[in-house]
């Protein structure tokens, strides 16, 4: 058997992302992702992952190093890459990325516009072709559309924790099934933003109460419920709960 075929773990990316954002952009990007998912380094309330160019080369061993510099260039340029450099030594000028899973999600997305469709089921989205939007018709998101790499795990169970002070991890199997089932009934990142804002407004200072600020309790079966709760003053609490500021982060997950 030859021993070009599979003999080592493969690199595994979506048509769809390709499609989306050049095939070698989908590579660079689910590479990253998979790293953002594993990093302990926190700073400014999100995971980076923090590589020179030859150490990319070492995983992208067919691209040169102008190609991967190229590459995370666009995805800058696109906005779903975020660079910075967070460096003990000043000297070290080791570039830091993360993914904007926000940006991630609107490009996923259809989205809607003002004027009645023909055949309701379908609405005016967009994807890219050669760096530039086309218009395509995209089937209303379903459960059959959505997969997981367009559910941002990290930023969601990342905000929960910066919110409520906890160290859930994002890859825990059932943290994810619940997130992915609100996400299936079309429930976005802004939702489970404002659910967590709700509760912890409500529970935080609660010392019986403080105990379900979890992913089981919040993205549970009363999600929606919570989504909608009123007379919770969230605003008031930004900005004047000391605890937040300091938490610390280098603990990461643990």
């Keep these: 058997m030859s021993n070009l075929l599979l003999d080592e773990q493969p690199l595994v990316v979506l048509p769809k992302l390709a499609s989306l954002i050049g095939l070698n952009e989908a590579i660079a990007l689910q590479q990253l992702h998979y790293w953002v998912e594993r ?34 260039e666009k995805l800058e340029k696109k906005e779903l890459v975020s660079t910075g450099c967070f460096n003990r030594n000043k000297s070290d000028r080791t570039k830091w990325y993360t993914i904007n899973y926000d940006q991630l999600t609107k490009l996923s997305s259809p989205s809607t ?13 967009s994807s890219t072709q050669d760096g530039q939007l ?22 969601i169970v990342s905000y929960l924790n910066v919110q409520a002070k906890t160290s859930y991890r994002p890859a825990t199997k059932k943290t994810k099934q619940l997130i992915a089932a609100r996400w299936k ?24 109460m403080n105990q379900y600020l979890r992913p089981e309790t919040l993205f549970g079966t009363k999600f929606e419920s919570y989504l909608n709760q009123k007379g919770v003053n969230t ?20």
């Design 39 to 72: 990093s302990k380094n926190e700073k400014e309330g999100t995971y980076w992952v923090y590589n020179t160019v030859e150490e990319w080369r070492e995983q992208f061993p067919f691209w040169s190093k102008n190609t991967v510099i190229r590459t995370f």
């Design 134 to 155: 086309v218009n395509q018709r995209l089937p209303q998101t379903t459960s059959e559309t959505t997969t997981e790499d367009n559910i941002p795990f990290v930023q």
């Design 185 to 208: 009934e079309g429930f976005i990142l802004e939702d489970f933003k404002r659910v967590v804002d709700n509760k912890v407004a409500e529970w935080l200072n609660d010392s019986k």
């Design 113 to 125: 516009q003002d004027e009645k469709m023909d055949n309701p089921k379908w609405v005016n989205g």
């Design 235 to 254: 605003d008031a609490r930004i900005g004047q709960d000391p605890i937040l500021s300091e938490y610390d982060f280098s603990k990461g997950w643990d």
